[in-house]
């Protein structure tokens, strides 16, 4: 992109600005993808950590990824547009608008989508045979999480039963995502928990099989399961998403991935017992707790809520009007709250992506 910035200091950037040490991203990049190099389960990361087609296609070239996941119809079209032609919607779609739109990505790309009851896939199974156009359905097992799926095991099997035949669609294979896992911090408690929850996955895979039915897929993983339900035997595919930017909360569970996104913010004031950032709510998401600063681990954030204010006890040495790098607890909602990333090499801007796919 054309961008004034591109060249400048990121400390001259106009703050709060979403920043991406680009170094840092692509060696968490190059290290997923280097880790299923030679493994059965391939990669398929998870767009809507950052929403940025920029990055989703630095994913794609490093290798080991057979396409992309994502949320929902405003990523995948992004997604389309980049020109990735293998992308799975690793969730729910329903709606006469959004299956219209699901069906027009579904006549110049490979897509699928998740289910997990016939109303969803019939509707459309309808919309996708009247346009000539076949959509990819993966029946989507609750593996634990209590979010959607059907349960493991026979209530898979018949649901993928009833599915098969649909016209304008092609039944490939079954979605379970151990999402009550992925924060257990305790490495042991969260490799054995991970692996007895998506261990139904597999089975539900044997199961289906045994009754004759192909099953091509069974996609799932985080970025902190990746390595342990990724091996097992029987998954195919791997929907990581946040090892690409990071977040703290994601860099306590896989300390090997570093963190590339930070929020660039002002001091702008500085009272005897506190510092205030220009970085409220609005610029930084943190649903799994306030963030912390760059380089002041002694920095206190108790409280986290204010529109455009972070107050910040136990403040370094700081001058008002200097910027400070500040970590969100999570990568995928602070993207969301930004229409660019500037992306920078040692602190110097050169790049600035779109995240094409926030909304
Ligand atoms: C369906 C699904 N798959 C995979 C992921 C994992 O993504 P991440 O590695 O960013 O946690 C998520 C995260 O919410 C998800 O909802």
């Known amino acids: 992109m054309n961008h004034p910035a591109i060249g400048q200091s990121i400390h001259d950037l ?5 920043i991406l040490d680009l170094d840092v991203s692509d060696r968490n990049i190059q290290q997923m993808a280097q880790f299923f190099r030679d493994r059965p389960a391939q990669l398929r990361p998870h767009f809507k950590n950052h929403k940025c087609s920029e990055l989703a296609i630095r994913q794609m070239k490093a290798g080991s990824a057979v396409g992309m996941t994502c949320a929902n119809m405003v990523e995948a079209e992004a997604l389309g547009r980049a020109g990735i032609d293998d992308i799975l ?19 110049k ?8 009851e016939l109303s969803q896939a019939e509707l459309i199974s309808e919309a996708a045979s009247a346009a000539g156009a076949t959509v990819g359905l993966l029946v989507e097992v609750d593996a634990g999480m209590g979010r959607c799926g059907v349960s493991p095991g026979e209530p898979a099997l018949a649901l993928a039963k009833q599915i098969i035949d649909l016209p304008g669609t092609e039944f490939r294979g079954l979605q379970a995502y151990e999402g009550h896992c992925v924060f257990i911090d305790d490495l042991a408690e969260r ?8 261990m139904q996955a597999v089975e539900t895979r044997h199961l289906l099989e045994e009754n004759g039915l192909s099953v091509a897929c069974l996609s799932g993983c985080s970025s902190s399961t990746a390595k342990i339900s990724g091996t097992m035997e029987g998954m195919t595919e791997v929907q990581a998403g946040t090892y690409a930017t990071m977040d703290w909360r994601y860099h306590q569970l896989i300390p090997e991935f570093d963190i590339a996104l930070a929020l660039l ?5 500085h009272q005897s017992d506190r510092a205030v950032l220009d970085a409220g709510v609005k610029a930084l998401g943190a649903e799994f707790g ?6 002041a681990p002694e920095a206190d954030i108790p409280f986290f809520g204010a529109e455009e204010h972070c107050i910040v006890k136990q403040a370094p040495d700081w001058k008002v009007g200097q910027t ?11 993207c969301n709250l930004h229409p ?3 992306v920078h090499q040692n602190e110097r801007v050169v790049d600035v992506w779109k995240t094409d796919g926030r909304g």
């Open 14 to 18: 106009d703050t709060p600005a979403l």
């Open 89 to 107: 919607i690793a969730n729910q779609i329903l709606g006469r608008e959004k299956i219209r739109r699901l069906v027009d990505l579904a006549c």
């Open 109 to 116: 790309l490979k897509i699928s989508v998740a289910i997990d």
């Open 191 to 198: 490799t054995e928990k991970t692996r007895r929850s998506m």
């Open 265 to 269: 913010a002002t001091v702008i004031s």
């Open 290 to 295: 306030p963030p912390k600063i760059n380089g």
């Open 324 to 334: 400070v790098q500040v970590y969100s607890s999570h990568a995928c909602t602070t």
């Open 340 to 342: 660019q990333i500037f």
